[in-house]
């Protein structure tokens, strides 16, 4: 397995379920287990520093944590509200029914119309589980979009959520200020992005979500222990195919702090990006060649800051009536951040609080380019420290057009691929899932349980 992030210890985890615990499985990893789901420390207490929260619907996660012996961190409320760069377009407040009410005012029954796309979209994405339960997998990330919504799934990776909204009869206004909002904050995108990945950043934006207590990265390393993983701490450089008595061998080759190694496989599973932008890896000796698959990520920049909130920058003078945690950018020009929040520490103790407005408290600020000194000044009266991080995302979704594939030969396979239909991590795991399945079933030759058709009915039946 190539990648330690969450795409490769779910996969570990999955191959060594299906397989048995005799499997040999190697994890390959280059910067340390966990990947993108990283923390920083401030005053001694760790924040998570990118993907943060996880959708109450996400059933693999939920069962990692369960299986791990981890806990859910227990939340602490904070309203949010999106700003224009002038002036607050929409506040969220402490009453359910006003906030209602606000969204009927301002938008009518657009808020309605949102809420039920994507709960259709959500309906029969959750078919997935009950297919994964079933031992059923999916060669290509076609045949599984095709197995869940049918053509209309496909043709949502083909078109923007904005199309998809105002077809089903969502006011333009209400996709400017809300669900540009939204889609800013998850993938650092416009209205734009393939309307099956809006539907899924936008059923995590309205349904309630969580968090791992003491790190979302603790999911990564507590499979990675729990599978008894050999992991191997070198960057992989390439895999070149060899054969051995008619059955393909893998040679994988990697660098370390000893220098070059390579070793033999049966099987490959690639989580990391094979994107020009984001990989340098090699393929030699397959007929036809594996190429680099076409798109580019976005660059994304995380700026967690400890320090004194400029409330008026706001609209408010005064800092001890600043009421929100949290705050989600329209699209304007002038706007240099996607999204702020005031965040909690990985551990939240049952004493723990909110900082009040007033006190220096720790916010993370997403955006596109690194924040210069000027406009830290301006979200900030002060503050004690700034730490970077600059990472490429998620896909540029106006970037392509096609979906790569899964398999790329006969039991060399890519997971990460499925960001392309929508980036998440409970996205990851059911693609890990599903590449552990799709693996097993070809090497045991069981074809019945692949690209299946009619499989609803066949589940059924089943039962």
């Not at 996969?11 to 379920?17: M, P």
């Not at 287990?33 to 920083?40: D, I, K, M, S, W």
């Not at 390579?262 to 060649?289: C, G, I, K």
């Not at 998620?394 to 396979?413: A, G």
Request: glycine share 8%; with cysteine; net charge neutral.
């Amino acid at each position: 397995v190539v990648g330690p992030g969450l795409g490769g210890s779910a996969v570990a985890y999955f191959l060594q379920q299906h397989f048995g615990p005799q499997v040999q499985l190697d994890v390959y990893e280059q910067g340390g287990v966990g990947g993108r789901l990283a923390t920083v420390t401030v005053n001694k207490q760790q924040y998570e520093s990118r993907a943060a929260s996880i959708h109450a619907l996400s059933l693999h996660m939920q069962d990692f944590v369960k299986t791990l012996g981890l806990r859910q961190r227990r939340e602490v409320p904070g309203k949010s509200a999106v700003f224009s760069g002038e002036h607050f377009v929409l506040e969220e407040t402490d009453w359910y029914l006003l906030n209602l009410f606000r969204l009927w005012w301002h938008y009518g029954i657009s808020f309605l119309r949102l809420q039920m796309w994507v709960e259709e979209v959500m309906e029969k994405f959750m078919r997935i589980y009950k297919y994964q339960a079933h031992g059923y997998a999916f060669s290509s990330l076609e045949e599984l979009l095709r197995s869940l919504g049918g053509e209309a799934f496909v043709n949502m990776t083909q078109r923007s959520v904005a199309e998809a909204l105002l077809e089903v009869g969502v006011t333009q206004r209400f996709v400017d200020d809300v669900i540009a909002a939204v889609l800013r904050s998850s993938y650092g995108q416009s209205v734009l992005v393939p309307a099956f990945a809006g539907a899924m950043s936008l059923a995590g934006a309205q349904g309630s979500t969580w968090a791992v207590e003491g790190g979302n990265k603790l999911v990564c390393s507590g499979l990675l222990k729990l599978t008894k993983a050999n992991i191997i701490h070198g960057r992989v450089t390439g895999v070149s195919l060899h054969s051995s008595d008619g059955r393909a061998q893998y040679q994988v080759h990697y660098t370390s702090s000893e220098g070059h190694g390579s070793a033999f496989y049966d099987m490959v599973v690639v989580t990391t990006a094979l994107h020009p932008s984001r990989s340098n890896f090699s393929f030699q000796n397959f007929e036809p060649p594996i190429d680099n698959f076409p798109g580019t990520f976005q660059p994304s920049v995380t700026s967690v800051v400890h320090g004194y909130l400029n409330s008026s920058y706001f609209g408010f003078p005064d800092p001890k009536l600043f009421p929100f945690a949290s705050i989600l950018t329209t699209d304007t020009p002038a706007l240099f951040f996607n999204a702020m929040d005031n965040i909690c520490p990985v551990n939240v103790s049952a004493a723990f609080r909110r900082k009040q407005p007033q006190e220096a408290a720790v916010w993370r600020v997403l955006s596109q380019q690194p924040l210069d000194k000027q406009q830290l000044k301006t979200l900030f009266r002060s503050y004690y420290s700034v730490q970077v991080t600059e990472w490429q995302s998620h896909p540029r979704y106006d970037s392509t057009k096609s979906l790569p594939p899964i398999v790329l030969h006969e039991n060399l396979f890519y997971l990460s691929g499925v960001e392309w239909v929508a980036s998440s991590m409970e996205m990851i795991a059911v693609a890990a899932k599903n590449v552990a399945l799709l693996a097993y079933n070809r090497w045991y030759q069981d074809l019945e349980k692949i690209d299946q058709k009619d499989l609803m009915h066949k589940v059924k039946t089943e039962l």
